[in-house]
C-alpha cells in the first residue's frame, strides 16, 4: 500500500518536473498529507544511490538527476541529436512557431487533433516553452518556442522564421494539407 | 449522419450509425445468429444484409463497399439456391469472403483489448528536467565544479592583480595546485605546467605550478617531461602506479 | 561498475527529456554501445515495479511515468484525459500495430473500407508514423506504430502487446467478440 504510494508519488514528481508540495502531491493521490510526506521520505531514501535523486527545498519537492551524472549530461547535451522530429511534431512545432503565444486548443484547432501527448514532448525537448497564460476562460497556458528552438534550426531571431506559407483560403483539401492524398 | 470535416482538411472516415463498414455490418449480423463464419452463414444474413443497406444513408463512395459484399453475399446465395454439379466443392470467393470476415474479426478483438489499455498512458515530463542538482552536499561536490571554480578564481585573481608585486597576503597553496595536478593527470593522463598556472598566470602562479610539480615528481608521483628546447614542461602519471 | 553505469544511464535518460540511443549514451559516457545497451535493458527491469519505466521502439528510449500513474498526473498537471480514439482510428490502428510494417492499401484489404482519412489523423496524432517503402509496385508508403502509441497505451516495447486474438477453430463467433464500443 504504501509501496504503492511511493511509486505514485515518483511518477508525479517524475512527470510534473517541478518542485511540488506534499500537500499537491496528497491532492493528487486522494491521500492524507502525512501519507504522502512519508512516501517522499521513503522514496528520497530509496532513490539515494540511484542516477535521479529527490531535492527538497522549503518544503518543495524535486527529482533531480544525480550530481556525478552533471559531466555526462552535459556530454549528452552537447551532441548533435540524430533524433529527428516526427512529423507530428514538426507540425505542431510549426504551429507555434507561427501563430505564438498560442493556446493548445488553438493548436488543435488547427491541426484538427489531440496534441497533449506531442506538446508534451516538444515542452520536454525544451524546443517549446510556457510563455504566460491567455486572458480567456480557465485563463489556458500560452506556448512559444524557445531559444532552443532557434538553436535548432539555425535561426537567429524569430524573425528569420521562412515567410508564413498561404493557403487555400477555402480550407479544402489540398495535397499538402492532406497527407496522403 | 455522416461527420465529414473537410473544412480543416482532416477527414474522419464516415460514421455510420451501429458499424464501420460493411464488413463490419456482415460480422455483426453473422455474431446475432450466433453462426459460425462459413460460406453457408454468410449466404444466410444475405437478407439483412440488404434490409440494412436500403436503410443506410451515406456518401455514394462509401455505399459502393456495402454495394460490392451484397453483390458477393447475392452471389453466394443464388448457388445455395440453386442445384450445383456435385464436382463442385466450396466456392473460392466465398471462402474468400469468409476468411477476410475471420480476418476483420480477429482485429475487432484485438482493437477491444487494446481499448482496455486507452488511458493507462505513460507521460513524459511535461516541464523541462531540471539541471543537475546544485551541490550544496559538499560531500559528492563532483571534481570538475571545483576545478572549473579553481581555474576562475585563479584567472579572477589574476586579472585584478596590479602590476609589480603580489599583494600581500594574496596566497595560492601549494596543496591546492597539487591536488588539481593529480586530477588532471587522472582525468586526462597528463598535465603542462602552464595549465597548472592557470590563464593569464603571473609569477605567482608560475612558482607555485613549478612548486607543485616539483612536488609531485618527488614523490614520485608524476614525471616530468620536456619534449624539446623550450617545449612545455609536461606532468605523466609515473608507470608503476603511484606508492 | 556497471551498477555505475545503469545509475548514470538513469540520470541522461531523465535529463534529456527525450529518447535517445544506446550510441548517444555511450558516447556522452565513454563507454562501448554494447555496455550502454545492456545497462538501458538492466534499468529497464529495476524500474519495472517503481514510478518510471522505460520505454524502447525503434532503438530510441525513453524515461516516462508508469502507466498506473496516469490519473493522478492528469490531476496534478490539470491535464484532461487524453481523447478517446474512435472506434473506426481504433480498429486501423490495431491493424497497424500487428501487421506493422504495413502499407495503406494492406489495410483497407483488412477493414473493407476506405482506410485514407482515418490514417491521416493517426498520423497527425503522431500514433502512426512512416516507416518506409514497399517493394511492390508504386512503392507505397509502409506504416508502422511509434513511440507515441507505446506511451498512450502504456506498454514497454512492441513485444508487449496483447497477444493476437485466436479465433475459435470452428471459426465461431465467441460472445465477448461482438463488442461494438
Not at chain 1, 512519508?38 to 519537492?61: C, I, M
Not at chain 1, 533524433?83 to 504551429?95: K, N
Not at chain 1, 484547432?109 to 514532448?121: F, T
Not at chain 2, 593527470?185 to 613549478?210: C, I, W, Y
Request: with cysteine; hydrophobic share 40%; glycine share 8%.
Amino acid at each position: 500500500m504504501s509501496d504503492r504510494t511511493e511509486s505514485l508519488v515518483e511518477a508525479l514528481l517524475f512527470a510534473s518536473g517541478r518542485p511540488v508540495t506534499p500537500a499537491e502531491l496528497a491532492s493528487a493521490l486522494g491521500v492524507r498529507r502525512e501519507e504522502a510526506l512519508e512516501a517522499l521520505r521513503s522514496l528520497r531514501d530509496h532513490l539515494s544511490w540511484r542516477g535521479v535523486r529527490l531535492h527538497e527545498h522549503a518544503g518543495e519537492w524535486q527529482m533531480v538527476s544525480a550530481p556525478e551524472a552533471a559531466r555526462a549530461i552535459e556530454r549528452l547535451a552537447g551532441l548533435p541529436s540524430p533524433q529527428r522530429l516526427s512529423p507530428a511534431a514538426m507540425e505542431t512545432l510549426s504551429v507555434v512557431a507561427y501563430r505564438q503565444p498560442v493556446t493548445r486548443a488553438q493548436v488543435e484547432a488547427v491541426r484538427g487533433v489531440d496534441c497533449s501527448g506531442v506538446l508534451g514532448s516538444l515542452l520536454a525537448r525544451g524546443l517549446v516553452e510556457e510563455v504566460g497564460r491567455s486572458e480567456g476562460p480557465g485563463r489556458p497556458i500560452l506556448y512559444g518556442t524557445s531559444l532552443e528552438f532557434l538553436r535548432l534550426f539555425g535561426l537567429e531571431s524569430l524573425d528569420r522564421l521562412p515567410a508564413f506559407p498561404e493557403l487555400d483560403p477555402i480550407g479544402g483539401s489540398r495535397a499538402n494539407s492532406s497527407k496522403n492524398g | 449522419m455522416t461527420t465529414r470535416q473537410s473544412a480543416l482538411g482532416t477527414q474522419y472516415s464516415v460514421k455510420l450509425p451501429a458499424f464501420e463498414g460493411p464488413l463490419d455490418l456482415l460480422l455483426q449480423l453473422v455474431e446475432r445468429h450466433s453462426l459460425p463464419i462459413t460460406e453457408v452463414s454468410l449466404a444466410q444474413v444475405t437478407d439483412g444484409y440488404l434490409r440494412r443497406v436500403e436503410q443506410l444513408e451515406v456518401q455514394p463512395e462509401e455505399m459502393s463497399y456495402f454495394l460490392v459484399v451484397a453483390s458477393r453475399l447475392l452471389l453466394l446465395k443464388s448457388r445455395h439456391l440453386l442445384p450445383r454439379p456435385p464436382v463442385e466443392t466450396t466456392d473460392p470467393s466465398a471462402e474468400e469472403l469468409a476468411e477476410q470476415l475471420r480476418t476483420y474479426q480477429r482485429f475487432k478483438l484485438a482493437a477491444a483489448r487494446l481499448r482496455e489499455l486507452e488511458g493507462s498512458t505513460c507521460y513524459t515530463q511535461i516541464a523541462p528536467p531540471p539541471p543537475p542538482e546544485p551541490s550544496n552536499a559538499v560531500v559528492s561536490l563532483p571534481i570538475a565544479a571545483l576545478e572549473r571554480a579553481l581555474r576562475r578564481s585563479l584567472a579572477r585573481l589574476d586579472g585584478q592583480l596590479p602590476e609589480g608585486p603580489p599583494v600581500p597576503g594574496l596566497r595560492l597553496r601549494l596543496s591546492d595546485v597539487v591536488a588539481l595536478a593529480e586530477r588532471l593527470l587522472r582525468r586526462d593522463g597528463r598535465v603542462s605546467l602552464g595549465q597548472l598556472a592557470g590563464p593569464g598566470a603571473g609569477r605567482a602562479e608560475t612558482v607555485v605550478a613549478f612548486l607543485a610539480a616539483l612536488d609531485l615528481v618527488r614523490r614520485r608521483r608524476a614525471r616530468a617531461v620536456q619534449e624539446g628546447l623550450f617545449a612545455p614542461v609536461v606532468l605523466l602519471p609515473t608507470v608503476e602506479g603511484p606508492d
